[in-house]
């Protein structure tokens, strides 16, 4: 099936992309989209050429599979389509539908003129995938909408409605309806009121009141407004340099710099770990062996317990636009979760996110009681009530009686047996966990726990409801802890083993930070609640206590974390809201006396050890996950530490980041550190295998 049409109209020829589902420019349709615009060009009974979208789409960008594809000689790319364009005579209108992004919107900016729906959206998110744009972006979005516009938009991957990109000047008009699109670029082609109009051969202006004996200043202040290059900002350094030879150099020589940094960008140890990511997170859905089945409809959601979390789930379901019912018969709390509702919403219309009258709306979806009888028309009920087994128990028993039979019932629990819940229903087949993350309507990671008895059509359900709901769905079968918190465990031992050494929490949780990590491993204690890891590590002290006593002193002197000012950190509202983590010396006092009691003695430790106990003990664990089958795959656990506890996305998750130091490395600290390494660990070291390589049940080697 060819992947580019063409039909002439009066004159004008009509260029269509047709590569299923978002058009994407790959090498395969660029081989054919060149000539068929060199033709054009040739073609004197051709005046103008107009280049559209199958499929309700213009197009997302490049082909990322491409990337693992060294081209030939001969290959085309979407560089040369647009250098074909370029060098053209004949005038160019790009009719846009839905999306222009990536090389999309570098295929339109290479155009004339462009008109597009109501609808659209329009940018470039290379700087995702730890790249620039490489097909003339950086060099005609400058021109285009200046150079601090630009970069803004390229920094932070950003992409603006039609709206917004016709007041920047990047449409030449926006049309209602997409049936309409088509004639208003012809009518364009056929007039071309203002002739030909290259952008590349517009000069760039910096911005509003900006002047150009300011461009060294702005470019240097930009370079320290992003991380570092060895801290996840190496993409953005080279994006910005790349704009200043938009600023500083003829086009042409600005093309050839912006090639040569996409380049170094697409071989770099950054770029490779995001593009993992991204693939990993399209792997998700798919389960090995699972039946095909029919999703359930969702038209309406029930929660169980309005605290913290049941309230950010209930927000979650109402944002997406499913009606919610929360049951809880404590009035305190109901009053809270009314207050934090309103909040929630209020701040969006503050923001300009929402109107007023969508947050009365969202607002009013959400309605709060005591009667379970209010559940019976629900579709799913998640409970979200304390973490005990014999609570959960009660709560789903009376659930179970009211519930209608095709309701899907699920736990939010972090650790606890999602069988052991499903057993008091006559529902065990539509009985799973529902695991979202602290925030619930903010953080996008959700854990999708697998019962023995659940379904295939309940796990459609799931994986569609994540969907619906904007999370990123991980599939977990039922295991203490699940994927994320289990991992958890063994890297908060880690962390305790070396404040017992006399390693102050304050400079563990440094090292984690310049690693990337949004906060360490003492500071995500505090901010969880260490009441919490204390009741878990009553229940399983196996996995979740270490050495010494610490948490329990801590508990007793009711140092529970950020929600009473003192964890293993102090908190001072007027020092970043209370949230900014003050070094605390009765805490490391104390970690010191209770290591004394345990005869342990305190010993140096370097930060490259620091680093390597936090990150190696993620790794073990994991390993252990995958040949337990807890986890499907390598990169379903790299997406849960990307997405669910803020590992850098720049090393990829932290088994992608064990292939990146060496599995083999990885496992011999592992033994030198005195612990119990993973059989697969062990396994890959011996066969120098990869985790990227690993399959379920096999061994591939590197």
């Keep these: 099936m060819a992947l580019v049409h063409t039909e002439d109209r009066d004159g004008v020829r009509i260029i269509t992309l047709d590569n299923p589902p978002v058009n994407s420019l790959s090498f395969a349709l660029s081989g054919e989209f060149y000539p068929i615009v060199e033709a054009a060009s040739a073609d004197e009974s051709i005046r103008a050429v107009v280049i559209k979208g199958a499929n309700r789409q213009f197009s997302a960008g490049a082909d990322i599979n491409d990337f693992a594809t060294e081209p030939t000689p001969e290959t085309k790319t979407v560089r040369d389509v647009i250098a074909a364009i370029e060098r053209s005579d004949k005038i160019f209108v790009a009719a846009i539908e839905k999306n222009a992004l990536g ?48 970069l803004d938009m390229m920094l932070k991957g950003r992409n603006v409605k039609s709206d917004e990109a016709t007041a920047k000047g990047l449409l030449d008009e926006v049309v209602d309806s997409p049936e309409h699109l088509l004639d208003a670029a012809l009518k364009i082609a056929n007039a071309a009121p203002l002739g030909k109009r290259r952008i590349s051969q517009r000069r760039v202006e910096l911005g509003k009141g900006i002047s150009a004996q300011a461009a060294a200043f702005v470019v240097s202040q930009a370079h320290k407004m992003v991380p ?16 200043e030879a938009s600023v500083e150099l003829p086009f042409a020589y600005g093309l050839a710099r912006e090639a040569r940094l996409f380049e170094e960008l697409a ?80 701040y969006q219309v503050q923001k300009g996110r929402m109107t007023q009258e969508e947050a009365w709306k969202l607002g009013q979806s959400i309605q709060f009681t005591e009667e379970y009888g209010e559940l019976a028309d629900a579709d799913v009920v998640v409970e979200a009530v304390f973490e005990s087994m014999d609570v959960k128990k009660e709560v789903f028993a009376k659930v179970d009686a009211i519930a209608k039979p095709s309701c899907v019932l699920a736990s939010n629990t972090s650790t606890l047996d999602i069988d052991a819940m499903a057993s008091v229903t006559k529902r065990p087949e539509r009985f799973l966990g529902l695991h979202f993350f602290v925030p619930a309507n903010i953080m996008p990671l959700l854990e999708i726990v697998r019962g023995k008895a659940t379904s295939p059509q309940t796990l459609a359900t799931a994986f569609k409801l994540g969907k619906t709901l904007r999370k990123t769905a991980v599939l977990s079968t039922n295991a203490f802890g699940f994927i ?66 610490v948490i329990d002193r801590l508990v007793e002197m009711k140092r529970l974390g950020q929600k009473t000012m003192a ?136």
Excluded at 326 to 334: E, K, L, T
Excluded at 488 to 515: C, H, I, N, Q, T
Excluded at 657 to 674: I, S
């Design 103 to 150: 090389g999309g919107l570098e295929l339109a900016l290479a155009c004339d003129y462009r008109v597009a729906t109501a609808d659209t959206k329009l940018g470039l998110p290379e700087i995702k995938l730890g790249l620039l744009p490489g097909a003339g972006g950086t060099q005609r979005l400058p021109r285009a909408i200046g150079a601090q516009d630009a």
């Design 228 to 243: 570092a290059e060895d801290a996840g900002g190496l993409a953005a350094h080279k994006l910005i340099d790349a704009v």
């Design 267 to 346: 071989r770099s140890a950054p770029s490779f770990a995001l593009r993992h990511v991204f693939f990993a997170e399209r792997e998700l859905s798919k389960i090995p062996g699972l039946p095909a089945a029919e999703p359930l409809p969702i038209a309406k959601a029930a929660v169980i317990g309005a605290g913290t979390m049941g309230t950010g789930i209930a927000i979650t379901f109402a944002q997406a636009g499913i009606p919610v019912v929360v049951i809880d018969s404590n009035d305190a709390a109901v009053e809270k979760a009314k207050q934090t509702v309103f909040g929630m919403f209020m």
């Design 484 to 549: 994320g918190n289990r991992m958890v465990f063994d890297y908060a031992k880690a962390a305790g083993e070396l404040a017992e050494w006399g390693v102050s929490p304050m400079r563990v949780d440094k090292v984690a930070k310049k690693f990337g990590f949004p906060m360490g491993p003492f500071a995500m204690g505090d901010l969880s609640g260490i009441d919490v890891a204390w009741h878990i590590a009553k229940a399983r002290p196996d996995v979740a206590r270490g050495k010494t006593n």
């Design 567 to 702: 964890g293993y950190f102090k908190y001072d509202k007027s020092v970043g809201k209370g949230r900014e983590p003050i070094a605390d010396p009765e805490v490391e006092a104390l970690f010191a006396e209770e290591a004394m009691k345990a005869g342990i003695a305190p010993r140096t430790v370097d930060d490259r050890e620091i680093l390597e106990r936090l990150a190696f003990a993620l790794i073990n664990r994991g390993a252990f996950l995958l040949e337990e089958g807890v986890a499907l795959r390598p990169g379903d656990i790299d997406i849960v530490y990307v997405y669910g506890y803020g590992f850098p996305p720049h090393h990829g998750g932290p088994m992608w980041y064990a292939d990146e130091v060496g599995v083999k490395h990885v496992y011999e600290r592992v033994v030198a550190f005195g612990w119990e390494p993973a059989p697969l660990l062990k396994a890959l070291a011996e066969k120098n295998g990869t985790f990227a390589n690993y399959k379920q049940g096999e061994l591939i080697h590197a």
